[in-house]
């Protein structure tokens, strides 16, 4: 399961080789300096709290899995969600993710 780790100063969202293949994306990096804000919601699945756009590329079943890109208006966003638990959202200034959106590890289900 992915994991955000922290390495020489940049925050790392490691992903797994299956990760990898479903998202159509390798583990992104991103200065630990740009890093605004980490939060924990309870559901990622509220686009006015959680996850917001259109996946492109990546792996989506709603309320499953969502893996990869959600691109919007915006800007976009990186996610690694799974199932109805609850997510950590890492925000960013400056960088081609805005935010990461990842499950936590014991609350996927």
């Known amino acids: 399961m992915a ?37 924990e919601i309870s559901n990622p699945w509220i686009q006015s709290t959680g996850m917001r756009g259109i996946r492109a590329p990546g792996t989506g079943i709603p309320w499953v899995i969502m893996l990869g ?14 199932g109805r638990g609850s997510a950590k959202i890492y925000e960013f200034k400056g960088q081609p993710f805005s935010r990461w959106i990842v499950s936590n590890p014991k609350s996927a289900k």
């Open 69 to 82: 890109t959600l691109r919007r208006k915006n800007g976009k966003e990186f996610s690694v969600v799974y």
């Open 3 to 39: 994991e955000v780790i922290e390495e020489g100063g940049e925050l790392v969202l490691q992903l797994s080789r299956l990760e990898q293949i479903g998202a159509f994306h390798s583990s992104i990096r991103a200065p630990k300096s740009s890093l605004i804000t980490v939060k």
